[in-house]
């Protein structure tokens, strides 16, 4: 009698254990997940490591830009296209599309997006060139020289580099977004 005590006594013990962890059960909102991308009919897919690309310019010292036009080393930066068919397009283009600088039109304005505590340089921008060594006007109307596509995955080579705009060019953030688009032929 005491053995069937004890086994109903847990038993008993077991089932509100857990109906006390039921009874806690919440359900809460965690989050928004947002989904994106496109579906194209054009001769390739960009990557989706291109897309959101940071480029790092580096630091260089404001007594390097002693005079209008002058311009530190290139970075290079890449566009990868994947799964491109050449029987629906032959050749690409990239165009740039951002601020443009309000003393020359060649380059993109600079803003201080990182946020630097010593606010924005000044009397410079960023020149953005194609493969070619052909400066790409970052207004988004001006393309880079065609580059011929080959079935499966293309690299289009690009650099950037900072040019002076002013005979003397003020310290601070240096940066600046641009957009790209690509005309297929």
Request: hydrophobic content about 40%; some cysteine.
């Amino acid at each position: 009698m005491l053995n069937k005590s004890l086994v109903t006594y847990c038993v008993l013990s077991l089932l509100l254990i857990f109906s006390v962890n039921i009874a806690f059960a919440v359900t809460v909102n965690g989050g928004a997940i947002h989904f994106s991308g496109s579906i194209v009919n054009a001769g390739c897919a960009v990557s989706a490591s291109s897309n959101n690309q940071n480029v790092d310019m580096g630091e260089y010292r404001s007594a390097l830009f002693t005079a209008v036009g002058v311009r530190s080393n290139s970075v290079l930066f890449n566009i990868e296209l994947e799964d491109c068919d050449s029987t629906v397009s032959t050749q690409v283009s990239t165009a740039f599309s951002g601020t443009v600088d309000s003393v020359d039109p060649t380059v993109l304005a600079i803003s201080n997006t990182a946020g630097g505590a010593s606010g924005s340089a000044s009397g410079i921008g960023i020149e953005i060139s194609d493969k070619t060594g052909t400066v790409i006007k970052p207004n988004g109307t001006q393309f880079s020289t065609a580059q011929t596509l080959i079935n499966g995955t293309n690299i289009l080579s690009f650099s950037a580099r900072y040019k002076a705009t002013a005979a003397s060019v003020t310290p601070g953030g240096a940066d600046a977004d641009v957009t790209f688009s690509l005309q297929y032929n």
